[in-house]
């Protein structure tokens, strides 16, 4: 599925990729529809009638991803509602396995999210991810989402990965066609981001249910320049 000899810097994706997707799902479209509806007094039908439709009107932007913006709309505390829920915040059963096969063959294994560094922080907290990953960071460091072909740029230039050697994973496809179309060789797509819910059909990239599946090969393909971090 993957050439991993030619593979030396992993960038990967956080929420559905690493971390299991059911918190996100959750609170975007249950946990805060209730709180809005309370605060706003309307019914929860309604509540969830006016996010989803603005949901829809900024996907894929970086107030989407920004839980300021979504503070100021509703006139909500959306990270302490979001800590309300935070013990739904845990690590996808397979990913531990992979990240430590990744970190001890050699790669850099970088962390690219486009949530909050709010939200980043809280799921380090309840998780600790941050010690698998040699570097961690949110979109919102470089003013615009994995969406847009100006985040590859700007993300490359600061980590000087080769397009050939670098492997991008991700649960949207979206975002997998804009790393494809910026250049990045080896790209992965993952069909099961949240554990409550039935895998994706998935066809235009390679994909994966469980990442135990690849760690044979990871291992038998070390990479030997090591990362100094």
């Known amino acids: 599925m993957l050439d ?46 006016k996010l989803t439709r603005h949901y829809k009107k900024v996907a894929g932007t970086i107030d989407w991803y920004c839980l300021d913006y979504w503070a100021e709309q509703t006139q909500l ?14 690590l996808r059963g397979d990913a531990h396995h992979f990240l430590v096969a990744l970190k001890e063959t050699g790669r850099n294994v970088v962390l690219v ?3 909050h560094p709010d939200s980043l922080a809280l799921k380090i907290e309840r998780t600790q991810l941050d010690k698998y990953f ?9 003013g615009v989402t994995k969406e847009s072909q100006l ?5 490359q230039a600061k980590e000087g990965f080769e397009l050939s050697n670098t ?10 066609k804009s790393a494809q179309q910026y250049g990045i060789e080896h790209l992965l797509a993952v069909a099961n981001p949240d554990s409550k819910q039935p895998e994706n059909v998935i066809t235009e990239f390679p994909a994966i249910t469980n990442y135990d599946v ?8 070390p990479f030997l320049n090591k990362p100094n971090n």
Request: aromatic residues 10%.
């Open 4 to 49: 991993w000899s030619n593979i030396s810097t992993v960038l990967l994706d956080m929420d559905g990729t690493i971390l299991d997707l059911h918190f996100d799902n959750h609170f975007w479209l249950h946990h805060l529809p209730l709180r809005y509806s309370e605060s706003a007094q309307i019914s929860i039908d309604e509540a969830k009638h």
């Open 77 to 90: 505390a959306i990270t302490d509602l979001k800590k309300e829920v935070q013990h739904l915040i845990k």
């Open 113 to 115: 999210t486009n949530a």
């Open 134 to 142: 040699n570097t961690l960071y949110s979109t919102h460091e470089f």
């Open 151 to 155: 985040l590859w740029q700007r993300l």
């Open 167 to 176: 492997l991008f994973v991700d649960d949207s496809l979206p975002i997998l």
């Open 214 to 221: 690849l760690l044979h090969d990871i291992k038998a393909h």
